[in-house]
């Protein structure tokens, strides 16, 4: 699923949250007859618990600056305090990224050809 309004952990946290905390009178109200609150609610966590294991999923297959062997310890240090898009940004102005995306790339094709 493409989300571009915030980060899916961001938003499976808010699915969470709501699941948890909301009392649903509008369902309770308008939809008494097909939808109760708990299938509203495990509704809820059951597309928060997806977005969760998608973002972690996406977060495993990214570039992980503290790995990169060619960086510095303090270089590492200061993208530590960076937000996940704020580095981004730098390692994609320093090329970093896109050097680790087409070395992935090269690996898949040479792996699909053989």
Known sequence: MEIKIMPKETLAELLFFISENEAFE?????????????????????????????????????????KDARLSKEAKTIISYLSPGEEKSLLSAFGLIEKTKSALQTQTHSKSKQ
């Open 26 to 66: 509008s369902v309770k109200n308008l939809l008494a007859d097909g939808v109760t609150v708990q299938e509203v609610r495990s509704a809820l966590r059951e597309v928060a618990e997806g977005l969760h294991r998608e973002a972690a999923a996406e977060l495993a297959g990214q570039y992980n600056a503290q």
